[in-house]
């Protein structure tokens, strides 16, 4: 076995953890994939009011679980405790929350996956790589909506009262409860962790039905709002782009979350209800926002970060899928890096050309990350132009003058 076969396998393992590509209550098991009427926004309303509390012994049990769950997501060392990230996301929430709006809590946690989930007693999980890739406010807080919207559709205890599987979601979550105080909680490679939260992501696959009314009342809360009602179905359009151009890359089958993609119409036919019911709540003569520069605002502190994360993934097909994604707004330095570096990880041999053209594009820009400006410098130097080379690794010192390889390079310029 290679070792990028190997790593490969590792990856995908990943990703079974966490329940497929996307969010797990969005995209998980799709049941039979038959086709289900579109829900009409306009006929979802909300079935509890604010500061709602659970009414029977069912759901108070369930409750308490999810309480002890909550305290532990809280201190676990997975999340990003970063206040001004954490008050504009409770402020996202308040926003499309509709009657819940302040009744919910929102916790930001350090997985580069695209999911997110709603707990029945109003907590919300959401996960760094949905951040990665939404392109403004008005698709992230479509998903927060449809979030919100299982919590107002009491999703939850209906499908635990469905199932009755209820000894199993007490050992699932009496196990969830150990979560936060797993270990060291850095994402990659704390595979007990991992494990947990795919266990945990399990709790949220609901029916196709309850899927299509949580889109209903989160479309209907975020065009209430005044957002753009179209950028929630280009949320879906974009993770089945992102699928496609993942496996394709790998030259291989879509993996468990693509192939449910494939041979299940589901998500292309949410695309299309959400596209439809856009239309619907669309008023002739209101103006309707998307909210990227407050978006790329507040992402900008950890812009960085999160491309780092993703590109560590080794999935080039998704990484560079979400780059060009995001670049339809405008190229930057930032973006240009992580292409080069994509492209430095996957290492074919054309790759090579594609890195080095990156550097050199990406310190044109004024946020080109440090990094940049030393892969260009070295990229210029191994190429014949030492005198660009060895300035572009100054431009780096100077940059970066505490960086680890601080010492490393200033000794290769005394060369
Ligand atoms: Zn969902």
């Known amino acids: 076995m290679s070792r990028e076969h190997q790593h490969d396998a590792g990856l995908l393992s990943r990703r079974a953890l966490l329940g497929g590509i996307g969010c797990a209550c969005c995209a998980g098991v799709l049941g ?7 829900i009409a926004p306009k006929s979802m ?10 009414v029977d012994r069912d759901e108070r049990g369930l409750w308490q679980q999810y309480d002890r769950f909550e305290e532990e997501v809280a ?5 990003m405790n970063d206040p001004a990230m954490q008050r504009y996301l409770g402020g996202l929430a308040e926003r499309v929350g509709g009657p819940a709006a302040r009744d919910l809590r929102v916790y930001l946690v350090r997985v580069p996956e695209f999911n997110a989930f709603m707990t029945p007693t109003g907590f919300m999980v959401v996960f760094s790589g949905l951040l990665t890739r939404m392109r403004n406010e008005a698709q992230l807080s479509g998903v927060i909506a449809h979030e919100a919207g299982h919590y107002l559709r009491k999703h939850q205890i209906r499908a635990y009262r469905d199932t009755k599987q209820k000894a199993n979601a007490f050992a699932v979550l009496a196990m969830a409860a150990g979560v936060g105080g797993a270990g060291a909680g850095v994402y990659l490679g704390d595979a007990v962790q991992l494990a947990q939260l795919g266990t945990i992501l399990s709790l949220f696959d609901y029916s196709r039905e309850l899927e299509a009314e949580a889109d209903a009342i989160g479309l209907r809360n975020i065009a209430e709002t005044g957002y753009e009602p179209m950028e929630m179905s280009r949320v879906w359009e974009q993770l089945i782009a992102e699928t496609e151009a993942s496996a394709r890359v790998r030259n291989k089958r879509p993996r468990r979350g693509g192939s449910l993609l494939a041979t299940h119409p589901a998500p292309r ?3 299309r209800d959400l596209r439809a019911s856009a239309a619907e709540v669309t008023q002739a003569g209101r103006s309707y926002e998307d909210g990227r520069a407050r978006y790329q605002n507040a992402l900008a502190p950890h812009r960085a970060m999160l491309l780092d994360d993703q590109i560590k993934l080794n999935d080039p097909g ?9 670049a339809k707004d405008g190229w930057n330095g930032l973006l240009r890096f992580y292409e ?4 430095r ?3 074919r041999p054309e790759d090579l050309a594609r890195a080095v053209s990156g550097y050199a594009q990406a ?3 004024p946020d080109a990350p440090a990094e940049a400006w030393r892969q260009h410098g070295y990229a210029q130097i191994k190429a014949g132009r030492p005198a660009e080379g060895r300035q572009a690794l100054q431009t780096y010192l100077a940059k970066a003058p505490n960086a680890p390889d601080a010492k490393m390079v200033r000794f290769s310029l005394a060369q």
């Open 75 to 79: 201190g676990s060392n997975l999340r």
């Open 340 to 343: 080069a570096e994509t492209y």
């Open 269 to 271: 036919e949410r695309m």
């Open 318 to 326: 998704a990484s560079l899928y979400i780059i060009e994604n995001l």
């Open 345 to 347: 990880l996957r290492g």
């Open 363 to 365: 310190v044109r820009f």
């Open 32 to 38: 039979t994939g038959e086709a289900l009427a579109r």
């Open 45 to 54: 309303n909300s079935l509890v009011g604010p500061g709602y509390k659970p």
